[in-house]
Nanobody
Framework: QVQLVESGGGSVQSGGSLRLSCGAS????????IGWFRQAPGKEREEVVV???????AYADSVKGRFTISQDKAKNTLYLQMNSLKPEDTAMYYC???????????????????WGQGTQVTVSS
């Protein structure tokens, strides 16, 4: 059974930084897409950044240059380093994964099979 567990959320002031982690267990797929999505109150869930098993990434325009995704395959952990945070980054952040052999990971949430429970990020001005 695949489990994704996010951690690292919190409250920061505008311009601050946070590092999110997503621990994966029971995930034995060698080819996959995995990434971070977020959902603000009253808004649809949206892609933040996705990465495939070979390391190809796709960032949302709103976070390019500020957020960095990385993965430690030995620890089965995905990270999201978030710098220069803005109030509009406030949302619940989710880790999601899908077994998929591609270097063009989809950015649509409904194409991902496995989800974590989310971690809240709040940025105050």
């Amino acid at each position: 059974q695949v489990q994704l567990v996010e951690s690292g959320g919190g409250s920061v002031q505008s311009g601050g930084s946070l590092r999110l982690s997503c621990g994966a267990s029971g995930y034995t797929y060698s080819s996959y897409c995995i990434g971070w999505f977020r959902q603000a109150p009253g808004k649809e869930r949206e892609e933040v950044v996705v990465i495939d098993s070979r390391g190809s990434t796709a960032y949302a325009d709103s976070v390019k240059g500020r957020f960095t995704i990385s993965q430690d395959k030995a620890k089965n952990t995905l990270y999201l380093q978030m710098n220069s945070l803005k109030p509009e980054d406030t949302a619940m952040y989710y880790c999601a994964a899908d077994p998929r052999d591609t270097t063009d990971c989809p950015v649509y949430p409904w194409m991902y099979s496995y989800w974590g429970q989310g971690t809240q990020v709040t940025v105050s001005s």
